[in-house]
C-alpha cells in the first residue's frame, strides 16, 4: 500500500517503471508470465534459476502466485541450486509482502552472500540507472558510489517502504556503508 501511495497503483504502468540494467535481465509479455506463475506453483522454476528478473517480473508474479507457489519460492530462497534462482524467489517472495516471509528474507540476506551481493547490485542498479557493473562495485563497496549523495537519499526512502522486505534491507544496509562518504 505504501508503494501504491508513493508511485501509484501496481499494473500495466510497472512496465514502464526503473528496472536494473543487468544485460540479461528478463522481460516478458503477460502470456508468457501468467505461463511462469503456472510453472512456479508446480514447482518448476524455470528461467527464474537462469536469468535475473525485472522489477515488473517481480511483482507481476508476486500477484499472480498460489500458496503451492510461494512455498516453492521460500524452499528455492533456502535451497535454490544457484545465487539467480535463489535471488529471484527472494525478490518476488519480498514483493508478495507477507509478514511471515520476513525473517527468511533477512536470514538470506544475512547469510548468503551471493544473494546479498545480487540484491545490492540490483538495488543501486535499479534506483541508479548506473550500468551493471559500477552497480556491482558500489554494491561491494558503497563508498565509490558516483553520487553518494543522491544515491543516500533513494535509499532513504527504501528504507521507509511498507512492504518489500529486500529492498528496506539492501537500503539500510547500504546506507550504513555510505556513512564514511557522506560527510564529504
Same mark, same amino acid.
Given at each position: 500500500?505504501?508503494?501504491?501511495?508513493?508511485?501509484? +497503483?501496481?499494473?500495466?504502468?510497472?512496465?514502464?517503471?526503473?528496472?536494473?540494467?543487468?544485460?540479461?535481465?528478463?522481460?516478458?509479455?503477460? +502470456?508468457?508470465?501468467?505461463?511462469?506463475?503456472?510453472?512456479?506453483? &508446480? #514447482?518448476? %522454476?524455470? @528461467?527464474?534459476?537462469?536469468? %535475473?528478473?525485472?522489477?515488473? @517480473?517481480?511483482?507481476?508474479?508476486?500477484?499472480? /502466485?498460489?500458496? *503451492?507457489?510461494?512455498?516453492?519460492?521460500?524452499?528455492?530462497?533456502?535451497?535454490?541450486?544457484? &545465487?539467480? $534462482?535463489?535471488?529471484?524467489? $527472494?525478490?518476488?517472495?519480498?514483493?508478495?509482502?507477507? !509478514?511471515?516471509?520476513?525473517? =527468511?528474507?533477512?536470514?538470506? $540476506?544475512?547469510?548468503?552472500?551471493?544473494?546479498?551481493? =545480487? &540484491? =545490492?547490485? *540490483?538495488? @543501486?542498479?535499479?534506483?541508479?540507472?548506473?550500468?551493471?557493473?559500477t552497480s556491482k562495485a558500489v554494491a561491494?563497496?558503497?563508498?565509490?558510489? %558516483?553520487?553518494p549523495r543522491k544515491l543516500a537519499k533513494?535509499?532513504?526512502?527504501?528504507?521507509?517502504?511498507? *512492504?518489500?522486505?529486500?529492498?528496506?534491507?539492501? #537500503?539500510?544496509?547500504? =546506507? !550504513?556503508? /555510505? @556513512? %564514511?562518504? /557522506?560527510?564529504?
Amino acid at each position: 500500500m505504501a508503494y501504491e501511495r508513493e508511485l501509484g +497503483p501496481l499494473g500495466d504502468d510497472m512496465l514502464r517503471r526503473r528496472d536494473i540494467t543487468h544485460p540479461r535481465t528478463m522481460k516478458a509479455d503477460r +502470456p508468457t508470465l501468467t505461463e511462469l506463475a503456472r510453472s512456479i506453483d &508446480s #514447482g518448476d %522454476p524455470g @528461467v527464474l534459476a537462469t536469468a %535475473p528478473s525485472s522489477r515488473a @517480473v517481480d511483482f507481476f508474479l508476486a500477484s499472480k /502466485l498460489g500458496e *503451492s507457489g510461494a512455498n516453492h519460492l521460500r524452499e528455492w530462497v533456502r535451497t535454490g541450486k544457484t &545465487s539467480t $534462482l535463489r535471488a529471484n524467489a $527472494l525478490a518476488v517472495l519480498s514483493k508478495m509482502s507477507m !509478514r511471515e516471509d520476513i525473517e =527468511l528474507i533477512v536470514d538470506c $540476506l544475512e547469510t548468503d552472500e551471493k544473494v546479498r551481493f =545480487l &540484491s =545490492l547490485a *540490483s538495488e @543501486v542498479s535499479k534506483l541508479m540507472q548506473h550500468d551493471w557493473e559500477t552497480s556491482k562495485a558500489v554494491a561491494k563497496d558503497p563508498t565509490t558510489a %558516483p553520487n553518494p549523495r543522491k544515491l543516500a537519499k533513494a535509499l532513504t526512502k527504501e528504507t521507509l517502504l511498507d *512492504s518489500d522486505a529486500e529492498s528496506r534491507w539492501c #537500503g539500510a544496509y547500504l =546506507l !550504513r556503508g /555510505l @556513512v %564514511p562518504v /557522506l560527510g564529504r
